[in-house]
């Protein structure tokens, strides 16, 4: 009755101008470049309507979300997204889920879908982290008797994402891959990777040195001008440059190659970009202290980093098998 009222007392040209704004409004949303309804991303019998927009995200449907954690849509008009703002907001969870986790909860991306409709969706790596703020809580004892079928789910969604990277998965399912340039390796490498080189400037923080020890059980260096032993820069290798991009580490290896007597003039990342290279590098490094932090041994501490950010290898196209046995 109120929207009648109102509409009833707006002239024709405010009617209009208000139309012009809602239209504007909707086609500046993102678009879908690749996806459709009938691609979903599939992990058992669980299927997650995925899509591309504009710009390369790669995002996940909101609704389908909800149903493939086990959670209880409801009446909400909104698509599951009180359900799952309430779920993540619960004081139990509060020391498993992160602020910005929260907050990425409670706004999710709109996009413009097939057709004109407005979508809501988040992206591919969200669920991810969910999930293993999910799992986190279970061992800890937080989840309710009625939520622990959410952890379950959780547990069959990043056995899938194990297999090969959420965004390969994503690609896969929209047929994304099939529409890449044939450079487009290349093309990422070249975004990262710079032939000049640049002074060197702190990169790796101490303490993800001192947790690299704790958990391989070395004595961490007295001091920070003590050399580091050489296996230290395969372990470096392993568990940040060749989990950042496709052919990274042979890129770097490359454009920094060893002198005669074994060493390299310079370390990998002063030849990182500065607009992507570095942030991808900084942002992958937290991620792992993150990591480290949560773990008491190596063993542990591997499973977690393979499941979260799996190795890239040399090329785009992974093979697409998800299997599971739950």
């Known amino acids: 009755m109120g929207g009648k009222a ?24 993102p678009k879908v470049i690749c996806g459709a309804p009938d691609r979903p991303l599939r992990i058992g019998n669980i299927e997650i309507p995925c899509y591309v927009l504009e710009g390369e995200k790669r995002v996940l449907v909101q609704r389908a979300i909800v149903s493939a954690m086990g959670m209880a849509r409801g009446g909400s008009s909104k698509g599951g997204g009180d359900r799952l703002a309430h779920f993540v907001n619960q004081k139990l969870l509060n020391p498993f889920i992160s602020e910005g986790l929260k907050a990425v909860t409670g706004s999710p991306l709109k996009f413009l879908a097939a057709g004109g409709r407005i979508a809501h969706g988040y992206e591919a790596e969200f669920l991810a982290k969910l999930c293993f703020a999910v799992m986190d809580a279970e061992r800890a004892g937080a989840l309710q008797e ?48 710079k032939d000049e080189w640049a002074r060197w400037t702190r990169r790796f923080p101490p303490e993800f040195y001192k947790h690299l020890f704790r958990l391989k059980h070395i004595p961490f260096p007295p001091n920070e001008g003590t050399q580091k032993p050489s296996y230290v820069g395969h372990w470096t290798n392993d568990i940040v440059y060749s989990r950042l991009a496709p052919g990274l580490l042979k890129k770097l290896r490359e454009v920094n190659p060893k002198t005669p007597s074994g060493t390299r003039s310079r370390k990998h990342h002063q030849h990182l970009t500065d607009d992507l290279g570095v942030p991808e590098l900084q942002q992958h490094l937290s991620n792992v202290e993150f990591l480290m932090k949560s773990c008491t041994t190596w063993s542990e501490f591997k499973e977690r980093l393979d499941l979260a950010a799996p190795k ?10 998800v299997e599971t046995n739950e």
């Not at 890239?312 to 098998?321: A, E, K, S, V």
């Open 312 to 321: 890239c290898g040399d090329t785009l196209r992974l093979p697409f098998q």
């Open 6 to 29: 109102r509409d009833a007392a707006l002239s024709d040209e405010e009617k209009s101008a208000i139309a012009r704004k809602g239209a504007a409004a909707r086609w500046s949303l």
């Open 146 to 193: 009625q939520q622990k079928h959410i952890a379950k789910q959780c547990r069959i969604l990043i056995e899938g994402f194990s297999v090969v990277g959420i965004n390969a998965l994503v690609d896969e399912a929209t047929g994304y891959q099939e529409i890449r340039d044939k450079s487009a390796l290349q093309k990422i490498l070249a975004k990262y990777v």
